[in-house]
C-alpha cells in the first residue's frame, strides 16, 4: 500500500536501513501453562526483530479475554482494562516509550481451556505515512491442555484466526492461519512476519540483553509471504521463542480526516523438541 511503500523508500533514501513493520506487542512469557494462577502481560507497541525502537502507545480502547474451557463449552468474555497500568519500557540502546503492563489476578486465568487475550489501542498517529495505524491485536495461553476457542474468530474488524494451535508448535514446524475482517476472509493480501529477537526482562520494563540471531540480510528482519483467495496462509517455524504475525492494511477508513489502517497482529510461541 502507499502507507508502506512511502515510509520504505524514506527510510532507504535517508537512513540507509531497513523499514521494519510494526507490531502491538501482547506478550506474556508463557502461552502453554500447566494450571491457572496470577499473570504479567506487557503491552509494547515495537519492532520485535532488531528491539531498538518503542513507540508510545496510545491509550488502549479495549482489552479483554475470551475464555472457553473445553470445544463444546460456553465462551466467556472478561474485560481486562481495569487492570491496566502505564509504564515506560526501553528497548536496545537509548530507545524507550510509553506502553502498558496487566497484573491479572489468579480469578481470571484459573480453569483450563483456551484464553484469548485481545487488545485495540488508539489509532496512532504515523507522521512518515501522515496516517493512522490501529492494530488489532490476539494472544492465546491455554491452561491445563483443554483446547476451547483458539480457532474460532471474534469478529474483528482486522483479525488472523489460527488454523493450528498458537501455544502448541514445536521448532521446524509450520503454522497456518487465515485474515479475516469482520468474520470475512481477506484474499491476496501481504502477511509479515517478524521474530521477538531479544529477552524480555518482566520485572525491569525492558528489552535486554544481545539479539539472539544477526539477520543475513535485509529481507530476513521483516518477511513475508502472500495469503491465498481465500485468506490462508502457511509460514515455517525455525526457531524457539515468540513470533509476530501481523498483517498490514487490512481495512482502510478516514479518521481525523487523514488515513486509518486497521492492522490484524497475532502471536505465537514456539518450542524446542527435547
Known sequence: MKRRLLLA???????????????QMLY???SALNQGGEMNLK???????????????????????????????EAQTT???????????????DAAGK??????PARVVRSMGDYVFVVVPAPYYEKADEGYIQQ?????????????????????PAEIVPLNKPYANWTGGVFTGVVMSNGDPVPNVEVDIE??????????????????????????????????????FTIGL?????????????????????ELVQEAVLWIQVTDLP
Open 238 to 258: 525455525p526457531k524457539a521463542g515468540w513470533w509476530g504475525i501481523a498483517v498490514p492494511d487490512v481495512v482502510e477508513l478516514d479518521h481525523n480526516g487523514q
Open 99 to 104: 506502553a502498558f503492563e496487566a497484573n491479572l
Open 9 to 23: 523508500g524514506l527510510l532507504t533514501l535517508f537512513l540507509s536501513a531497513p523499514a521494519l513493520a510494526h507490531f
Open 79 to 93: 474485560d481486562l482494562k481495569e487492570y491496566l497500568k502505564e509504564i515506560t519500557f526501553r528497548g536496545l540502546g
Open 136 to 156: 488489532f491485536t490476539k494472544m492465546i495461553v491455554n491452561v491445563g491442555g483443554m483446547p476451547g476457542n483458539w480457532h474460532e474468530p471474534l469478529g474483528l
Open 43 to 73: 503491552l509494547v507497541f515495537t519492532h520485535p526483530f532488531d528491539a531498538d525502537h518503542i513507540m508510545d502507545m496510545e491509550p488502549v480502547q479495549e482489552f479483554y479475554v475470551v475464555h472457553q474451557r473445553g470445544e463444546e463449552g
Open 195 to 232: 521474530y521477538l529477537n531479544v529477552e524480555v526482562d518482566m520485572a525491569a520494563n525492558a528489552f535486554v540483553g544481545e539479539p539472539r540471531i544477526e539477520a543475513p540480510h535485509p529481507a530476513f528482519e521483516t518477511m513475508t509471504v502472500l495469503a491465498n483467495d481465500k485468506g490462508e
Open 28 to 30: 506474556t512469557p508463557e
